[in-house]
């Protein structure tokens, strides 16, 4: 991040920030529902959560290629990154019991 300095680098690194923060946060959301459900439907909403994530970074990289921007690796590594930090987060938090 240190050799990310420009306006625009760091624009990518908040935006891939605020991508990953958002999708987790529905992905939570929609875990902590489906666990007052039943176990098979914590899992279903697990595995939604990932398959979200995934299109939420296929959208991005959509957006990156077609908008044609300067720097796109800021905003796609700090989304990739954020995403794993956010599922840490969840698999401390949120535990099946």
């Not at 690194?13 to 958002?22: E, N, Q, T, Y």
């Not at 939570?28 to 459900?37: D, E, G, I, Q, R």
């Not at 398959?51 to 044609?68: H, M, N, T, Y």
């Amino acid at each position: 991040m240190l050799a990310w300095r420009g306006s625009v680098e760091r624009r990518g690194i908040a935006d891939g920030v605020f991508f990953a923060w958002a999708a987790s946060s529905v992905s939570a959301a929609s875990l902590m529902m489906a666990k007052t459900v039943s176990p098979e439907a914590f899992w279903w909403a697990f595995g939604g959560g990932l398959a979200f994530r995934a299109c939420v970074f296929a959208g991005l990289a959509g957006w990156v290629v077609f908008s044609r921007a300067p720097r796109p690796e800021a905003l796609l590594l700090s989304y990739g990154f954020a995403v794993l930090g956010c599922l840490l987060i969840e698999y401390r938090r949120i535990t099946l019991r």
